[in-house]
């Protein structure tokens, strides 16, 4: 089984502050995503990646920035957080030969 | 541009009556679709998916989806409902033209099934 493990279920964060959310998977899969989801929303794409130290600009990408060193690690940053990126956060994989997506568990972030 | 409308917030059904979750969606040329569905406090847990073949794709927890290509449709039925069905239900569809084409999600239904 896949599995994708995302570094905290719940984090607090202050206006201002640089957070750092990490997803990181198992299964050797090329892509990996992440999403903010908020109600009545849905899951909106922040960033992607097709391989290694290669980003793709999703559909919301303002406030944030990415990093992927390594395959198997995915990282999202919020160079300045601000208290409309309030949401939870969603981390995603794919293999280059499947649809399929994975999720991690999610991390629900609160700036205050 | 590709969009996914899930038109109801939230669904009603009581415990062993048949369910119905309505996805319609606009791509172009041939959709891959997908249904994921979320429980409490979890990530999104795939259900099933349509990419070619029979439009009645049957999936996990005996869920299965209808694909209507005249009517851009691909609800999610279930013939008899548990309580245990009770969660948050996305629908998701791809291009099926370019394997770098995103993946677009719905807005989200709410099931919930009352015993």
């Known amino acids: 089984d896949v599995k994708v493990t995302q570094s905290s279920r719940y984090l607090v964060k202050r206006t201002g502050e640089k957070v750092f959310l990490e997803c990181v998977q198992d299964?050797?899969?090329?892509?990996m995503f992440w999403y903010r989801q908020d109600p009545g929303l849905g899951l909106r794409l922040i960033y992607f990646s097709y391989d290694v130290k290669m980003k793709e600009k999703g559909d919301i990408p303002e406030g944030y920035s990415v990093s992927r060193e390594k395959k198997e690690r995915f990282s999202l940053i919020l160079e300045s957080a601000s208290t409309n990126q309030t949401s939870m956060y969603l981390c995603?994989?794919?293999?280059?030969?499947?649809?399929?997506?994975?999720f991690g568990p999610g991390t629900r972030l609160t700036v205050l | 541009a590709q969009s996914v409308a899930q038109p109801e917030d939230q669904v009603n059904v009581a415990e062993g009556n048949p369910l119905t979750v309505k996805c319609t969606y606009s791509?172009?040329?041939?959709?891959?679709l997908f249904w994921y569905v979320q429980y409490p406090n979890r990530g999104l847990q795939f259900l099933l998916k349509y990419i070619t073949g029979d439009n009645l794709v049957k999936g996990s927890y005996g869920f299965e989806a209808e694909f209507n290509k005249s009517q851009t449709s691909f609800h999610l039925k279930k013939p008899s409902a548990l309580v245990s069905d009770s969660a948050l239900y996305f629908c998701a569809v791809r291009a099926s033209y370019s394997s770098a084409s995103k993946i677009i999600f719905g807005s989200g239904t709410r099931l919930s099934i009352r015993p």
């Open positions: 995603a994989t794919h293999g280059l030969n499947t649809d399929t997506q994975y």
């Open positions: 791509v172009s040329g041939n959709p891959y």
């Open positions: 299964m050797d899969h090329e892509n």
